[in-house]
């Protein structure tokens, strides 16, 4: 089959050959929603030109042959079959000549083994050999018109499960905007009154990916003169008491069954389903938006470096005016995360989220100097103690007391399930009770 194959072309090849993003948009175009124009370059290709340090033979004119009726501009994006949000390169209104897909393929291939990258893998134990394909795709424009703009959606809340869409957009811009957090975004709900149609048509796409996937999702999109793209999709793993409302919320709706519900719940996911909340009496010097769940408590770095170095003593609370790919050795280091700009789809947030650390970005009037940070009228020095809160957004001066909830009527309602499939209904620990149920589900 070649390098090269177009979205249309894959028939149930995995996501280990054409990478998770390109997985995703055959998954689009699949079932019929709107998708721009692209070709795939498998991860074959990316890991005979590691090996190699050229270009497979062949591979230059099956790129030229599939790009040309693409039109131009094209973007270039790593799709790995693991997520890297970030952490590879992106080339973006590249024009489409034979010079220029090579040296993008080329810059996004070599970018695999960039250290920005390499520490991301292991950090998440993503294997160094897998390689990543690549999308080159059509580019439509956020920023075309009056009635153009972009943003990321998840279908359902991924603080609390809520079935409700949640997400950011941002009018006139691109989605790198959205996701750099370097600009400030609108509440995805902003959507509906600004673009109605835009907004139905986003509503009716992730009801479609829901019904299909039998899941959350998250979407990436941008509209461009009033018409609606999809550019991204994934599953949107949620996280503790989110994740057990979702497969709860998910069998009373008739999309999967008890048994599959109790089956997509973790230990790991009860062991956080109550979530640690600052105490009420703590001093709060700040607010922005909690987009992973979780207290940190740490002394203030203000640089990835800093953060490194100073993590070897003891916790460290990463503050940064927002956060970047090269950060990433920082965000590792770190037990918390804060920054001044950004929002729940920024580089931040959606790093915190896949180490799981708690964050806190958007926070309004911080300012981030070389040796202290200020808000609100509060300055921090670099080395004091601050205490932030993933769920609620607050961050507190010193070491402030932490408190956690009980569980929600969801967890009930899932432990009762799973001692009906047991039929054991002895005291035990939640986690005892829900892997008593999934052992007899596997047996069955």
Request: overall charge negative; charged content about 20%.
């Amino acid at each position: 089959m070649g390098w090269v194959r177009h979205l249309s072309a894959f028939v149930d090849e995995p996501p280990e050959l054409l990478g998770g993003k390109a997985s995703g948009l055959v998954l689009l175009h699949r079932l019929g929603l709107p998708v721009p124009a692209a070709v795939v370059v498998t991860t074959d290709a990316c890991r005979a030109f590691l090996r190699d340090g050229h270009l497979p033979d062949g591979l230059s004119t099956e790129l030229a042959a599939a790009v040309t009726p693409l039109g131009t501009p094209v973007s270039v994006r790593s799709g790995a079959a693991v997520s890297m949000p970030g952490m590879m390169d992106t080339i973006l209104n590249l024009d489409v000549t034979p010079d220029a897909l090579d040296q993008a393929l080329k810059s996004v291939f070599s970018s695999w083994n960039t250290p920005r990258a390499r520490t991301y893998r292991t950090l998440n134990d993503i294997p160094h050999d897998l390689g990543t394909a690549v999308i080159v795709q059509r580019m439509v424009f956020g920023d075309r018109d009056a009635h153009s703009g972009s943003g990321v959606a998840f279908s359902r809340n991924p603080d609390t499960g809520e079935n409700t869409p949640f997400g950011e957009v941002l009018f006139g811009h691109q989605g790198s905007d959205v996701v750099s957090g370097r600009v400030l975004t609108h509440p995805l709900s902003s959507l509906a009154d600004r673009e109605p149609l835009v907004w139905q048509d986003l509503l009716a796409a992730l009801r479609r990916l829901e019904q299909h996937c039998r899941d959350a999702c998250y979407v990436e999109f941008t509209y461009e003169s009033g018409e609606l793209w999809l550019l991204q999709v994934r599953p949107a793993r949620f996280g503790g008491a989110a994740a057990v409302r979702l497969a709860t919320d998910l069998a009373d709706e008739h999309v999967i069954d008890r048994s599959a519900a109790l089956l997509r719940v973790s230990p790991q996911h009860l062991r956080h389903v109550r979530t640690p909340r600052i105490a009420p009496e703590a001093n709060v010097i700040a607010r922005g938006l909690g987009v992973c769940p979780g207290v940190a408590s740490g002394r203030v770095a203000v640089t990835a470096d800093e953060a490194v170095r100073m993590a070897a003593d003891g916790p460290v609370v990463l503050v940064r005016p927002e956060t970047s790919p090269d950060d990433i050795r920082g965000l590792a280091a770190a037990t918390g995360i804060v920054t001044a700009r950004g929002g729940p789809a920024s580089h931040a947030a959606v790093v915190a989220r896949s180490i799981g650390k708690p964050a806190v970005v958007g926070v309004a009037d911080l300012v981030v100097a070389c040796d202290s940070v200020s808000v609100g009228g509060h300055t921090v020095g670099v080395g004091a103690t601050v205490t932030i809160d993933g769920s609620s957004g607050a961050v507190a001066a010193g070491m402030a007391r932490v408190v956690v909830g009980g569980a929600d009527e969801s967890l009930h309602r899932l432990l009762e399930w799973a001692d009906e499939v047991s039929g054991d209904r002895s005291a035990r620990e939640e986690t005892e009770r829900l892997e008593a149920a999934q052992a007899v589900l596997r047996r069955r």
